[in-house]
């Protein structure tokens, strides 16, 4: 089985610029989470989808957002970038239960020049 | 939310050598995990682990739920052990939080030969 893929790995944009990143859970997962690592901050949680509806939502502002389609593909936007915007931004797909185990793609790694 | 503690933040061995990571967590958890994070940012599941005993290898893990702390040992390590290793719990008690997990500041692990 297919681990969880995020696209593009690696992007340079602007301040003041948008940018999406992809996610494609693992076949079967319906529920997608994504997170930014910054070595300052950590492991920070963004926000979580599950069969097209955001179930959980982190401490981030209305920047970030992001959508899931059908086939629980997930999407995030950041707009209006920011230098400290800049992180490895990771996705994790699950069943889509309290108990699941949570497993990561290979991330990808935002620099706002 | 739950907070999490992990120890020690760094950890240098010699390889062959053993050690013992812990994580502290704040309430109780029905979902508890540890990951190691390779050097181009990918995590990587080790253990879902809420309580009890699990072995992998030269790796096990201990989860005393009562007590509410982790342990992760690594026995015999070897350079490619090297690393940052994480736990994660669910950011608040209660199993509503799905795909939303907090994370540890974590362990960084130098395994030298």
């Known amino acids: 089985k297919a681990g969880v893929t995020q696209t593009p790995r690696y992007l340079i944009k602007t301040r003041g610029q948008q940018v999406t990143l992809s996610c494609s859970p693992i076949?079967?997962?319906?529920?997608v989470s994504w997170y930014q690592q910054t070595p300052g901050q950590g492991l920070q949680f963004l926000f979580e989808?599950?069969?097209?509806?955001?179930?959980n939502k982190g401490n981030f502002p209305g920047r970030f957002s992001g959508r899931q389609f059908s086939n629980s593909r997930s999407e995030m936007n950041v707009s209006t970038l920011e230098l400290g915007d800049s992180a490895l931004y990771l996705c994790?797909?699950?069943?889509?239960?309290?108990?699941?185990?949570?497993?990561f793609g290979p991330g990808t790694r935002l620099t706002v020049l | 939310g739950i907070q999490v503690e992990q120890s020690p933040p760094d950890l240098i061995l010699q390889e062959g050598a053993n050690s013992t990571l812990r994580c502290n967590f704040s309430?109780?958890?029905?979902?508890l995990q540890w990951f190691h994070q390779n050097p181009w940012g990918q995590l990587i599941n080790l253990f879902y682990i809420p309580s009890g005993t699990k072995q992998n290898g030269r790796l096990s893990a201990t989860t005393v739920a009562t007590e509410r702390y982790s342990l992760l040992y690594i026995s015999s390590s070897q350079t490619t052990d090297s690393g940052v290793y994480f736990c994660?719990?669910?950011?608040?008690?209660?199993?509503?939080?799905?795909?939303?997990?907090?994370f540890g500041q974590g362990t960084i692990l130098t395994v030298h030969p």
């Open positions: 309430d109780s958890v029905n979902n």
């Open positions: 076949s079967g997962h319906r529920s």
């Open positions: 994660a719990v669910p950011r608040e008690a209660g199993g509503t939080s799905y795909g939303k997990l907090t």
């Open positions: 989808y599950f069969s097209e509806t955001q179930r």
């Open positions: 994790a797909s699950g069943l889509g239960h309290s108990t699941d185990t949570q497993y």
